[in-house]
């Protein structure tokens, strides 16, 4: 009985231990950090959504990109997941918000409608600030 309160207890510890230590800027065992993700795929692929929010895309293949850029944040989504990241149920959240925006801005860039797409693109800008207010110090 006590032998297992004991273990029971390094075991809590352990887990205490893997949450304190949980990846925020760099995987476990993939190179890339944190700071490379969103410098060289959330933030260039979040402003050209931007973007296009102000100014229509002018034709197909600037719509094309536009849906590059959103399938883009949408992947990107699960990378934030993987190789141990998601330290505690803030980053989580904003994950799934991440998620959810990014597949519904890709709906809306293909079928190319402008007014839809600058109703869901405040959703994506909405997860940034739900995940730095917590994690970007
Ligand atoms: C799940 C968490 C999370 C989400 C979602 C997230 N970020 Fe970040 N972001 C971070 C963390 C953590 C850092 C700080 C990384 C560091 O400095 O080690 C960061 C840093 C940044 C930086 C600074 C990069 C640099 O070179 O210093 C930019 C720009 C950025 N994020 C843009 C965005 C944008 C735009 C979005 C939304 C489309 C977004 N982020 C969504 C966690 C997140």
């Given at each position: 009985?006590?032998?297992a309160?004991?273990?029971a207890a390094v075991a809590v510890g352990l887990l205490v231990a893997?949450?304190?230590d949980a990846q925020v800027k760099k995987g476990k065992n993939r190179p890339v950090t944190t700071k490379q993700l969103m410098s060289g795929i959330v933030q260039p692929n979040c402003a050209a959504i931007?973007?296009?929010v102000q100014q229509a895309p002018a034709d197909d293949k600037a719509w094309e990109n536009l849906a590059t850029n959103a399938a883009l944040l949408n992947e990107i989504s699960y990378t934030l997941v993987d190789d141990g990241r998601c330290p505690d149920a803030d980053w989580a959240t904003a994950v799934t918000q991440l998620r959810t925006a990014s597949d519904a801005v890709l709906a809306k860039a293909l079928a190319k409608d402008h007014a839809g797409l600058a109703a869901e693109f405040?959703?994506?800008t909405?997860?940034?600030g739900t995940c730095h207010k917590a994690h970007k110090k």
């Open positions: 009985m006590k032998r309160t004991a273990v893997a949450v304190a931007g973007a296009a405040p959703k994506i909405e997860s940034c």
